[in-house]
């Protein structure tokens, strides 16, 4: 079971940008693809960001252009940057395998976008 710990996270203007990690505590060279989900309040979960272990990405129409997802599978760690947020992007964000899930899911990090 891999543990998954998201951070960098905060509160930020519109149009501002944010870097979000996501730290394995082991590999995850050997998943087929790594995400970033959200949670908005009084919203179910989505899927955000992806990640495959070609590089390859795939995005949310809501994010694409201004989100970018990245891996470093030396360093165990996922991405997210995030650019021109809007304040509709204020959400818990989490990272997890793809497509298949822990079950157990991290604590993510709050992302807060006011003015």
């Known amino acids: 079971q891999v543990q998954l710990v998201e951070s960098g996270g905060g509160l930020v203007q519109p149009g501002g940008s944010l870097r979000l990690s996501c730290a394995a505590s082991?590999?995850?060279?050997?998943?087929?693809?790594m995400a970033w989900y959200r949670q908005g309040p009084g919203k179910q979960r989505e899927l955000v960001a992806t990640?495959?272990?070609?590089?390859?990405?795939s995005y949310a129409d809501s994010v694409k252009g201004r989100f970018t997802i990245s891996r470093d599978n030396t360093k165990n760690t996922v991405y997210l940057q995030m650019n021109s947020l809007k304040p509709e992007d204020t959400a818990v964000y989490y990272c997890?395998?793809?497509?298949?899930?822990?079950?157990?899911w991290g604590q993510g990090t709050q992302v807060t976008v006011s003015s």
């Open positions: 082991g590999s995850i060279f050997s998943f087929l693809a």
């Open positions: 997890n395998r793809h497509p298949n899930p822990f079950a157990s």
């Open positions: 990640i495959f272990k070609d590089r390859t990405t």
